[in-house]
């Protein structure tokens, strides 16, 4: 497998006159989906970007761009100098020490909120305990001054507010207006109308200086519960990347014969600055340093990692391993295939990375909304305000008993000064940035431990919209290792062994699983081959071949009928089974019938995705008898089987599907799948396929399991149900909180938010997104 790698500048040849590249940026700074949105605009505003892909729980932004025309380091300044600290991604994916420098800045950052949270709570307890004359219970002297208030609401905001509010006014200034504005704004406006009223009691207005402190108090805590569930979603992805090793014991080239070396013969190197074609050994219990393949030794190794299988694999010479597997029981010297980026664990990494920069395009419409969501809240909250002084209290002059005393100067003013900030305070687009990201940072890292790669929200939505599964035979449902089962001679010039020998030399050229079916039956049965030049390959229908000077056809009926060769009566009929034809000088001559197997788990995956409303179809290039045998045994009707499909018309044949308006997931494994795996509307396939295979596919199975198909349609559907849900809650919330904080109840129910009820119920809006997203969890547990 040819492993793609993802790089800080990552360059794709798209046409010989147009290249792009890639550039992963670390971003920090970032507050809530008006934030995403301010990135991603001030990235794509740059000369030679063609887009950007930022992601809030992740922190990371991906930026497409024209070949060297964008300088890394450049974007990231630019950036920075706009408020968001960013840097380009050092390497080619996050390092482990990488990886352990994020974690540690997120325990800090979550001891210092928690730091700031108990902070808050002691001055809103204080705050609290001076209002208890309220509810009947006796004056505290100090407690219930006034002047005591103001100053724990003065050290509230200099202390553990202070950077929410110079984070906010900074957003503003710089035309990126975000979370902390707003609540920066509400904040300081009810700083400053509690302390006029305080330095002008004339006016009758009453002090709500517990009102900044409770707000900053229900903030800070949502957003270290945010974090800490941001930093639960994000796990998985910090679990793999741990799993890269980091040390590797390299060794001389070993002898043919020699069979062990010397541990003192060992050098330690960082496990990144081996080679391919490099030896290694690597002892019990340590970690595998590259992909490679055994030369001596055996072992059992946990490739629970790579799989999510648990039961250790036995392994011997000739055998291949991957980096990060754990090698369990014996000592194994090992020659490096595939080193650093390029090791399968690398992509894994690299896959779910992307996974998370990957909107779904449910999400789009979220982001265009947060992009304009500040500006839009400050100005409801400005009509708010003027509505409420100019217009609401003199029609419902009553409200104003819920809101200030009436026997207050201004008492209007005051009413809708509380409206306003209730206003800012509780539309926080927060919810609406956290939606998708948190599902995807969850779901996808569900599906890195079970071995199913999911390369992105985009594939989410498009699982969640199939009714059709399309199956690959070869190697997908059947096992990929034929067998022959018959060799019938319809010549009296061929015996069954010479008939053997005969198709086992014109097929030595041939990779197909079927050609290597024959050479191996002739291989048991112990015949040479026989001389040949001139070989003809035609993908998917047979090969020919100058065979002791005589021009030998094997292949399927149809392509030996097209050279013309005719097929008498008594041709044997091999109902079931594949039959491979053979014909010398344009006489057939017999044929050998080959069987492949079903997995054992084939007919129960086909019905599960039955049961969860899914139709399935074989696809296949074998004969149809061939196929209708196969369907049988998986209880499927003949209309569901598509046979005798050449390879360079699977993608027709999944065109047509779709032109009937079916929504299309091709599962294969193939060099041959890859073509159609690219049409479907998702491609399913597998690793223990080819390269382009997996590289064209949308969703990887790591494990040569069918199960693991209905495992990520479930999962998928599952993530995606939950963006929705998110997505439904941001929306919602918002919907319904914001005109309530306006006051729409206030007139005929008399209900009013006060500006730290706002904030609670914001607080909670965030933390109930990314804590429906973690519920994935425990559906897959």
Same mark, same amino acid.
């Given at each position: 497998?040819?492993?793609?790698? $993802?790089?800080?500048?990552?360059?794709?040849?798209?046409?010989?006159?147009?290249?792009?590249?890639?550039?992963?940026?670390?971003?920090?700074? *970032?507050?809530?989906?008006?934030?995403?949105?301010?990135?991603?605009?001030?990235?794509?505003?740059?000369?030679?970007?063609?887009?950007?892909?930022?992601?809030?729980?992740?922190?990371?932004?991906?930026?497409?761009?024209?070949?060297?025309?964008?300088?890394?380091?450049?974007?990231?300044?630019?950036?920075?100098?706009?408020?968001?600290?960013?840097?380009?991604?050092?390497?080619?994916?996050?390092?482990?020490?990488?990886?352990?420098? +994020?974690?540690?800045?997120?325990?800090?950052?979550?001891?210092?909120?928690?730091?700031?949270?108990?902070?808050?709570?002691?001055?809103? =307890?204080?705050?609290?305990?001076?209002?208890?004359?309220?509810?009947?219970?006796?004056?505290?002297?100090?407690?219930?001054?006034?002047?005591?208030?103001?100053?724990?609401?003065?050290?509230?905001?200099?202390?553990?507010?202070?950077?929410?509010?110079?984070?906010?006014?900074?957003?503003?200034? @710089?035309?990126?207006?975000? *979370?902390?504005?707003?609540?920066?704004?509400?904040?300081?406006?009810?700083?400053?109308?509690?302390?006029?009223?305080?330095?002008?009691?004339?006016?009758?207005?009453?002090?709500?200086?517990?009102?900044?402190?409770?707000?900053?108090?229900?903030?800070?805590?949502?957003?270290?519960?945010?974090?800490?569930?941001?930093?639960?979603?994000?796990?998985? +992805?910090?679990?793999?990347?741990?799993?890269?090793? %980091? *040390?590797?014991? +390299?060794?001389?080239?070993?002898?043919?014969?020699?069979?062990?070396? $010397?541990?003192?013969?060992?050098?330690?190197?960082?496990?990144?600055?081996?080679?391919?074609?490099?030896?290694?050994?690597?002892?019990?219990?340590?970690?595998?340093?590259?992909?490679?393949?055994?030369?001596?030794?055996?072992?059992?190794?946990?490739?629970?990692?790579?799989?999510?299988?648990?039961?250790?694999?036995?392994?011997?010479?000739?055998?291949?391993?991957?980096?990060?597997?754990?090698?369990?029981?014996?000592?194994?010297?090992?020659?490096?295939? @595939?080193?650093?980026?390029?090791?399968?664990?690398?992509?894994?990494?690299?896959?779910?990375?992307?996974?998370?920069? @990957?909107?779904?395009?449910?999400?789009?419409?979220?982001?265009?909304?947060?992009?304009?969501?500040?500006?839009?809240?400050?100005?409801?909250?400005?009509? /708010?305000?003027?509505?409420?002084?100019?217009?609401?209290? $003199?029609?419902?002059?009553?409200?104003?008993?819920?809101?200030?005393?009436?026997?207050?100067?201004?008492?209007?003013?005051?009413?809708?000064?509380?409206?306003?900030?209730?206003?800012?305070?509780?539309?926080?687009?927060?919810?609406?940035?956290?939606?998708?990201?948190?599902?995807?940072?969850?779901?996808?890292?569900?599906?890195?431990?079970?071995?199913?790669?999911?390369?992105?929200?985009?594939?989410?939505?498009?699982?969640?919209?199939?009714?059709?599964?399309?199956?690959?035979?070869?190697?997908?449902?059947? %096992?990929?290792?034929?067998?022959?089962?018959?060799?019938?001679?319809?010549?009296?010039?061929?015996?069954?062994?010479?008939?053997?020998?005969?198709?086992?030399?014109?097929?030595?050229?041939?990779?197909?699983?079927?050609?290597?079916?024959?050479?191996?039956?002739?291989?048991?049965?112990?015949?040479? =081959?026989?001389?040949?030049?001139?070989?003809? /390959?035609?993908?998917?229908?047979?090969?020919?071949?100058?065979?002791?000077?005589?021009?030998?056809?094997?292949?399927?009926?149809?392509?030996?009928?097209?050279?013309?060769?005719?097929?008498?009566?008594?041709?044997?009929?091999?109902?079931?089974?594949?039959?491979?034809?053979?014909?010398?000088?344009?006489?057939?001559?017999?044929?050998?019938?080959?069987?492949?197997?079903?997995?054992?788990?084939?007919?129960?995956?086909?019905?599960?995705?039955?049961?969860?409303?899914?139709?399935?179809?074989?696809?296949?290039?074998?004969?149809?008898?061939?196929?209708?045998?196969?369907?049988?045994?998986?209880?499927?009707?003949?209309?569901?089987?598509?046979?005798?499909?050449?390879?360079?018309?699977?993608?027709?044949?999944?065109?047509?599907?779709?032109?009937?308006?079916?929504?299309?997931?091709?599962?294969?494994?193939?060099?041959?799948?890859?073509?159609?795996?690219?049409?479907?509307?998702?491609?399913?396939?597998?690793?223990?396929?080819?390269?382009?295979?997996?590289? %064209?596919?949308?969703?990887?199975?790591?494990?040569?399991?069918?199960?693991?198909?209905?495992?990520?349609?479930?999962?998928?559907?599952?993530?995606?149900?939950?963006?929705?849900?998110?997505?439904?809650?941001?929306?919602?919330?918002?919907?319904?909180?914001?005109?309530?904080?306006?006051? =729409?109840?206030?007139?005929?129910?008399?209900?009013?938010?006060?500006?730290? /009820?706002?904030?609670?119920?914001?607080?909670?809006?965030?933390?109930?997104?990314?804590?429906?997203?973690?519920?994935?969890?425990?559906?897959?547990?």
């Amino acid at each position: 497998m040819q492993l793609a790698s $993802k790089t800080d500048v990552q360059v794709e040849s798209t046409s010989p006159q147009q290249s792009k590249e890639t550039i992963i940026l670390d971003v920090g700074g *970032m507050k809530c989906a008006g934030c995403v949105s301010a990135v991603e605009r001030q990235l794509t505003q740059q000369t030679g970007v063609i887009s950007a892909r930022v992601n809030l729980a992740t922190e990371v932004a991906t930026v497409e761009c024209e070949a060297n025309t964008v300088e890394a380091e450049e974007l990231a300044q630019k950036l920075t100098d706009t408020g968001f600290p960013s840097q380009p991604r050092s390497g080619s994916r996050q390092t482990a020490e990488a990886s352990e420098n +994020l974690a540690q800045r997120h325990r800090q950052e979550i001891r210092q909120q928690i730091g700031r949270v108990i902070t808050c709570g002691l001055l809103i =307890l204080l705050s609290g305990i001076g209002h208890l004359h309220h509810f009947g219970i006796g004056h505290l002297p100090i407690l219930n001054n006034m002047w005591f208030h103001w100053g724990l609401a003065t050290i509230a905001l200099l202390f553990p507010g202070r950077a929410i509010i110079i984070d906010g006014i900074r957003s503003l200034l @710089r035309n990126a207006p975000n *979370m902390n504005t707003l609540v920066g704004l509400g904040t300081i406006t009810a700083y400053t109308t509690s302390f006029v009223a305080l330095l002008f009691p004339q006016l009758g207005w009453e002090c709500f200086f517990d009102e900044p402190v409770m707000l900053l108090g229900f903030i800070l805590l949502g957003k270290t519960l945010e974090q800490q569930a941001r930093h639960r979603a994000t796990n998985a +992805l910090q679990s793999l990347i741990a799993l890269q090793p %980091t *040390m590797a014991r +390299l060794v001389p080239q070993p002898q043919a014969d020699q069979e062990n070396q $010397k541990i003192e013969q060992a050098v330690e190197i960082p496990a990144e600055q081996v080679r391919v074609g490099e030896w290694l050994k690597v002892l019990p219990g340590e970690k595998i340093p590259v992909d490679g393949e055994i030369f001596s030794g055996k072992t059992t190794v946990n490739e629970s990692m790579l799989t999510g299988e648990s039961m250790p694999v036995v392994k011997e010479s000739g055998e291949k391993v991957a980096a990060g597997t754990i090698n369990q029981s014996g000592v194994i010297i090992i020659q490096a295939t @595939r080193t650093a980026e390029n090791t399968t664990l690398a992509h894994i990494v690299s896959l779910v990375e992307n996974a998370q920069t @990957r909107k779904a395009p449910i999400q789009n419409l979220a982001d265009q909304v947060a992009g304009y969501f500040t500006y839009g809240v400050i100005s409801l909250a400005t009509f /708010t305000f003027l509505f409420w002084y100019g217009i609401g209290t $003199k029609i419902w002059p009553d409200v104003i008993d819920f809101g200030a005393s009436e026997m207050a100067t201004h008492a209007s003013l005051l009413l809708s000064m509380k409206l306003a900030i209730a206003v800012l305070v509780i539309a926080c687009p927060c919810a609406l940035g956290l939606a998708t990201p948190t599902a995807i940072l969850v779901g996808s890292g569900i599906g890195a431990e079970r071995g199913l790669l999911i390369k992105g929200g985009d594939i989410l939505e498009r699982v969640h919209q199939l009714d059709t599964v399309v199956f690959d035979k070869t190697g997908t449902l059947t %096992t990929g290792h034929p067998t022959v089962t018959d060799c019938l001679s319809i010549s009296d010039h061929y015996n069954s062994e010479n008939l053997l020998q005969l198709v086992a030399t014109v097929e030595q050229g041939s990779d197909h699983p079927i050609a290597k079916a024959i050479i191996n039956q002739a291989q048991k049965q112990e015949l040479s =081959l026989l001389s040949a030049d001139d070989f003809q /390959t035609e993908a998917g229908l047979g090969v020919s071949a100058n065979v002791n000077g005589k021009r030998v056809w094997v292949g399927n009926q149809n392509w030996l009928i097209q050279q013309g060769i005719e097929f008498p009566e008594n041709t044997p009929d091999v109902a079931g089974k594949t039959a491979v034809y053979v014909a010398l000088e344009k006489q057939l001559v017999g044929l050998i019938a080959v069987s492949d197997p079903l997995k054992k788990d084939a007919k129960s995956t086909v019905k599960q995705l039955q049961k969860i409303g899914l139709k399935v179809i074989i696809l296949t290039g074998d004969r149809a008898d061939v196929a209708k045998s196969i369907a049988e045994q998986l209880d499927l009707s003949p209309e569901n089987v598509l046979a005798e499909v050449r390879p360079d018309g699977k993608v027709k044949a999944i065109t047509d599907l779709q032109q009937q308006g079916q929504q299309v997931a091709m599962v294969g494994d193939g060099i041959n799948d890859a073509p159609a795996l690219a049409q479907a509307n998702v491609g399913i396939g597998l690793h223990t396929g080819t390269d382009v295979a997996m590289e %064209t596919a949308d969703i990887v199975l790591m494990r040569d399991s069918l199960m693991d198909v209905v495992e990520s349609i479930s999962l998928s559907r599952s993530t995606f149900n939950k963006i929705r849900q998110n997505l439904f809650w941001a929306f919602g919330y918002n919907t319904l909180g914001i005109p309530v904080a306006a006051g =729409l109840l206030l007139p005929g129910f008399g209900i009013i938010l006060s500006p730290a /009820t706002a904030a609670a119920f914001m607080a909670f809006s965030s933390v109930s997104v990314v804590t429906n997203s973690l519920l994935l969890r425990r559906k897959f547990s």
